[in-house]
Structures are given as C-alpha cells and as structure tokens.
C-alpha cells in the first residue's frame, strides 16, 4: 500500500489542478511569463531622432543617405513592430517603409508659417516626424500643440493598428522644461492625449526635457544612459513588464531606444 504525506498529496493535488486549470483557460496562468526562456516579448518599437532636414548642425554626421541604410538595418535587425522617427523628412521616411516593408505615416511640422522642405540634398519631401508599423495602420491622427517657442511649430502623431495597439511619437520645444516654458506645456498636453488613447499605447520620442510627462498608469524608460544627448528621448506606455536597449548610432546625434513590452492580457 502506497502512503502519501499530506504535503506531498497537497502538492500533487495542486500540481493536477494547475494543469486542467491551464488546458481549459491557457489565459489564467497569471504568474507564469508570457514568452518562453529567451524569447522576444511580444511588442517592440524603435525610436530615432534622424537629423534630416539639412539645416541642423548635427547634419553634417548623417553622411546622407548613410543615415537612411543605418535606420533600415536597425528595424531590420531588432524586427520591431514599430519605428518611430524625429527630425525626419516625408520622401525619406517613404523610403525607408518601401525598403522594409513596414506601413507609415507622417505628420509634417509648420516652420516659420509653412512646411519646411528638407535640403542637402533637396527632393527629400518636408519636414516632420513618423510611425512606421509592421502591422497594418488602421487610423492616425495628428495635432499640433497649443503654444511652441520660435518659429517650428511641434505636434504628436498618433497611429492605430490592425493589433489594436496604439503607437505615438512627438518632438517637444528647446526652451526648456520650467514650469511655464512652452516644453512643459507641450508635456501636459502631450500626457492628456495619451491617457485618453483608450486602447494598450507605446509612445517614443525626442521630449528635450528630462522629466516625464506619462500619464498616470503609464511606465518611462529614457536613454539617460545614452553615449549622445542623454536623456532626452523618452518612451512611455501601458503594456506590460517594458525593457529598454540602447544603441549607439552612427549617422546621428542621438541614440537609438528599442523598446520591448508584453500585451495586455
């Protein structure tokens, strides 16, 4: 006759109802991880501030279109869902989507009154920033901001899609984040759009400050580690146990964040 200890018949008796719980609700297993050993999390983004319009100093260093191969061989490499993009210009951004395949769209910055066409060399489009998903955009939408400091007009772009996750980008004044300036302005606006997303939202971008403007309930990682500009681009959002990886870029004065997070059960 076989005895069991009461512990190990406790443990055997929870071992079998853990199993007929995860066969007939594979959801339920709350504490167990949702990727296998080594595996990817389910939702990444990369986020670069490109440099592009050909009147910044830092244009020198993209070597263009050097700067074009680099952001094609980072979304590459990492095999991101979504790509979003500062300092960027409207031919070039169709470039880079027509190269990897990902959809895009583009939100183009008013400067001085009207759009700005990029330069050196010219023919590149206008500029502004982008999100670039792997997955089908399903809707977007843009506003600009209600004040902003000199003559570049700055705005938040927002895409939905065919996953049902939203996926944002902006590019916040230079005049600095005291309280008052038209960068934290721009932050609370930027929070309250956000909060008011009403699906799982990743948002990146080049914010110019280093304090956070994520709504409540949403998590911020920044490359305060950065080897260029550090902490400066942040990224915020909602889904879950979020991992930030840096790397050092090439043909621009930023560096690159690529994001990796869980969706929402």
Request: proline share 5%; aromatic share 6%; with cysteine.
């Amino acid at each position: 006759m076989i005895r069991l200890s009461v512990t190990r018949l406790r443990a055997l008796m929870i071992g079998v109802l853990m199993a007929a719980g995860l066969s007939a609700f594979p959801g339920a297993a709350v504490a167990s991880p949702t990727t296998a050993p080594g595996a990817r999390p389910p939702y990444s983004l990369l986020q670069m501030n490109v440099c592009l319009s050909g009147y910044a100093g830092c244009f020198a260093r993209t070597q263009y279109p050097k700067v074009l191969d680099e952001v094609v061989q980072r979304i590459q490499a990492n095999d991101v869902n979504a790509v979003t993009l500062n300092e960027a210009c409207s031919a070039d951004v169709a470039e880079i989507a027509k190269r990897t395949g990902y959809h895009h769209r583009f939100s183009t910055v008013i400067y001085n009154g009207a759009p700005l066409a990029c330069k050196t060399p010219s023919g590149r489009g206008e500029f502004g920033n982008a999100v670039l998903t792997k997955e089908a955009i399903r809707a977007a939408e843009d506003q600009p901001y209600s004040v902003f400091s000199g003559v570049e007009q700055r705005r938040w772009l927002c895409v939905t899609t065919a996953r049902r996750v939203d996926v944002c980008t902006s590019h916040l004044s230079t005049d600095g984040e005291a309280a008052g300036s038209a960068n934290s302005t721009q932050c609370a606006e930027l929070a309250q759009v956000l909060a008011a997303r009403g699906r799982p939202t990743v948002f990146a971008g080049d914010l110019n400050r280093r304090s956070s403007c994520a709504p409540a309930g949403h998590w911020t990682l920044t490359d305060a580690d950065a080897t260029q500009a550090p902490g400066i681009q942040h990224a915020y959002g909602d889904l879950r146990a979020p991992s930030l990886e840096l790397e050092q870029a090439t043909y621009t004065d930023h560096d690159v964040l690529v994001i990796r997070a869980g969706l929402p059960r």
